[in-house]
């Protein structure tokens, strides 16, 4: 591991500004950013502690939830206000690593966890387009069982591995940016960017800025909502496929309709076309059907990883018909 | 063979001469024996303790205070130090094992203010003032904790590598309330592996300190 300074910062000012200096990185729970220090993938000058600040809180605030970036993974997915009015969410949190893990890992670094393959942590394959941009990408001709279908690039297509980010996309949730000039926010399903040419910037925080809040807006199809996970074994796993989903339902017919896909995608994916394939009609198997196909016409298939089409298709049909449950 | 980047023996660092074991460990036995057997078969440049000399004299150490089973201990770490290597090489609590060191096996699972996390995730610095409890802090005195009185009863290891953080992640499920049927009980003992694949016994050891019924 590369040596560093520590400070530990007890006020959010204080920690902008430790983490803004150059080569400063924050750490949370650092369940991903200690890993990767300890690969010599991550090499930060400065760690800046922010597990003090006073940011773990979960409320009720006018028109939604708000969870402090600081809130445990185990404390949000069990959340009587969560499970209550965003499931997915809870679900999502569930299905995520190990118990151990979601004990310590925080809401703010799960979304800020590295878009990561096993190319990307392993320093002997030298080519890795984010960890020395211009360098190739070994990912694309080889090992790539486990690689995205959606939103990749000749220079990337490594996951995002977040389930979280998955189901806050989907569910319209907002994070709070703070930096040296105050707050600005940043719809979750912004916040990830897709590889492009510049794989190694994988999101919308610029250099210094915290992450302080996520709200997730009252909605019928978040209080109907639900996180699906498919993957190699049943528990501590990343996702092969998973889909977050909101249904509102009344009178028959879907009023509105939430999706996301994870783990074939390198970005938390937003399913807008699988969105709008729902709206007006009656929840039916052939309508999902049509849904994932109006989505997954998009994907790219690079030779290992050519299931996961089908496999998100499924996923998200069977998420859908689950939800809707009778009404399907 | 060579030392662990991180180790430093008790007795070099005045802050530590309270913590020395009280009794001369199986470990210690084994490092004094690796270090005469390298000096023993190497060149002397390569038996030098160059490891200790750099930790020694690191100008990176910084004060460290950590309360492991309910008693604390001032050190000097360098900040790269994870709290895994603080408990195992400086405060020779070494019943909390290192497995994958990646946070995929669970080996090295401790309970921090009362909940299991990784110690192998987490830097030492980062848990200063947090409460710690590792294996060595689980049962009363002499009393087996029940868990591990279960683990035993109900052969829920083989090789026992895994064990120490199997037993604590126990603890934790059955404080937890995640230990209501079979399934509950695997679903939330994840995060730890055993290699040998003494999942049925362990399943069983937790299910009876849980003391729910097969």
Known sequence: MNPFDFVRAREVSAAVSSGSRADAKFVAGGTNLVDLMKCGVERPAHLVDVNDLKLAGIERVSGGIRIGAMARMSDVARHPLVLQSSPAVSQALL???????????????????????????????????KRNPGSGCAA?????????VLGGSESCIATHPSDLAVAVAALD??????????????????????????????????????????????????????????RDRAAYEFALASAAVG??????????????????????????????????KEPSKDVFRAAAEAEMKFAVPHGQNEYKIELAKRTLVRALGDLAGGAA | MTLPPCYQPPDDD??????SPSDPSRRSFLISSATVTASLLVAPAFAKPANHADVAADPNAIPVALNVNGRVHELRLDPRTTLLDA?????????????????????????VD?????????????????????????????????????????????????????????????????????????????????????????????????????
């Open chain 1, 173 to 230: 949730a907002v994070l709070t940016l703070h930096g040296p000039n105050g707050d600005r926010r940043v719809a979750a399903a912004d916040f990830h960017l897709l590889p492009g040419t510049t794989p190694q910037t994988e999101h919308d925080l610029k250099h210094g800025e915290l992450i302080t809040f996520v709200f997730i807006p009252d909605a019928l199809h978040a209080k109907r909502s639900a996180y699906l996970k498919i």
């Open chain 1, 95 to 129: 299905a995520s690593a190990s118990p151990q893990i979601r004990n310590a890992a925080s809401i703010g670094g799960n979304l800020m966890q590295r878009t990561r393959c096993a190319y990307f942590r392993e320093l002997t394959f030298a080519p890795c387009n």
């Open chain 2, 87 to 111: 408990l195992r090489e400086h405060l020779n609590l070494t019943g909390t094992k290192k497995g994958c060191d990646q946070g995929a096996c669970g080996a090295c699972t401790v309970l």
């Open chain 1, 247 to 280: 249904l509102e339902i009344s009178g028959g017919t879907i009023r509105s309709a939430r999706i996301a896909l994870g783990g074939v995608a390198t970005k938390p994916w937003r399913a807008r076309f699988a969105e709008a394939a729902l709206i007006g």
């Open chain 2, 114 to 214: 009362g909940r299991r996390i990784n110690s192998c995730l987490t830097l030492a610095v980062m848990n200063s003032g947090r409460k710690i409890t590792t294996i060595e802090g689980i049962a009363a005195n002499e009393r087996l904790h029940p868990v591990q009185a279960a683990f035993i009863r109900n052969d829920g290891f083989q090789c026992g590598y895994c064990t120490s953080g199997q037993i604590c992640s126990a603890v934790a499920v059955i404080q937890e309330g995640h230990a209501g049927s079979d399934d509950e009980i695997r679903e939330w003992m994840s995060g730890n592996i055993c290699r040998c694949g003494a999942y049925e016994g362990i399943v069983a050891a937790v299910r009876e300190a849980s003391g729910r019924r097969a």
């Open chain 2, 14 to 19: 005045p802050d530590e001469t309270n913590d």
């Open chain 1, 140 to 148: 694309i001709d080889g090992e790539n069982r486990m690689h995205a």
